[in-house]
T-cell receptor, first 114, second 114 residues
Framework: KAGVTQTPRYLIKTRGQQVTLSCSPISGHRSVSWYQQTPGQGLQFLFEYFSETQRNKGNFPGRFSGRQFSNSRSEMNVSTLELGDSALYLC?????????????FGPGTRLTVL | GNSVTQMEGPVTLSEEAFLTINCTYTATGYPSLFWYVQYPGEGLQLLLKATKADDKGSNKGFEATYRKETTSFHLEKGSVQVSDSAVYFCALFMSGGSQGNLIFGKGTKLSVKP
């Protein structure tokens, strides 16, 4: 079974631009969560989608948004990029969410904002 | 709010040494507890978990016991190998609360020298 895939793996943008990151979950998984990883703040939860609906959202500004498609693939978008948005963005999928369903993480997309 | 505190790294050990990485948590309720491992250039992998007090999670020679009285979930391994070099994250999940929302510690980098 293929794991969680994220594209692109690396991205360089400039301040003010916007970016879209993609995540393909493991086949059959319906829950997709996004996390931001930075040296200063560590791993922080962005949002979770289940069956095309955002089920939960972390403490990030509205510039961070996401969506999920009918095939469970998910995208996250960051508009008006700031230097502080430079981070590793991790996507995780699970069968249905919740602590009893293990979250499987992708390799991440490394975003650099110049 | 809910939080996880891990011992600061980096931790450097010689092969076959004993490993302990301390983790304590603060939670309003009874969370599930996890240890994740991140190898260079990869996403997170679940190492072990415990869902209730006094449970012991174990995998690949690592183990951790959920201690409610000390709100701790320390990771231990009796004899580390060079291949265990990675960053280790302690995390919690509150059932019935925010679906998909793992709360992570800052991570502890382990380097094992031959």
């Amino acid at each position: 079974k293929a794991g969680v895939t994220q594209t692109p793996r690396y991205l360089i943008k400039t301040r003010g631009q916007q970016v879209t990151l993609s995540c393909s979950p493991i086949s059959g998984h319906r829950s997709v969560s996004w996390y931001q990883q930075t040296p200063g703040q560590g791993l922080q939860f962005l949002f979770e989608y289940f069956s095309e609906t955002q089920r939960n959202k972390g403490n990030f500004p509205g510039r961070f948004s996401g969506r999920q498609f009918s095939n469970s693939r998910s995208e996250m978008n960051v508009s008006t990029l700031e230097l502080g948005d430079s981070a590793l963005y991790l996507c995780a999928s699970s069968l249905a969410g919740g602590e009893t369903n293990e979250q499987f993480f992708g390799p991440g997309t490394r975003l650099t904002v110049l | 709010g809910n939080s996880v505190t891990q011992m600061e790294g980096p931790v450097t050990l010689s092969e076959e040494a004993f490993l302990t990485i301390n983790c304590t948590y603060t939670a309003t309720g009874y969370p599930s507890l996890f240890w994740y491992v991140q190898y260079p250039g990869e996403g997170l992998q679940l190492l072990l978990k415990a869902t209730k007090a006094d449970d012991k999670g174990s995998n690949k020679g690592f183990e951790a016991t959920y201690r409610k009285e000390t709100t701790s979930f320390h990771l231990e391994k009796g004899s580390v190998q060079v291949s265990d070099s990675a960053v280790y994250f302690c995390a919690l999940f509150m059932s019935g609360g925010s679906q998909g929302n793992l709360i992570f510690g800052k991570g502890t980098k382990l380097s094992v020298k031959p």
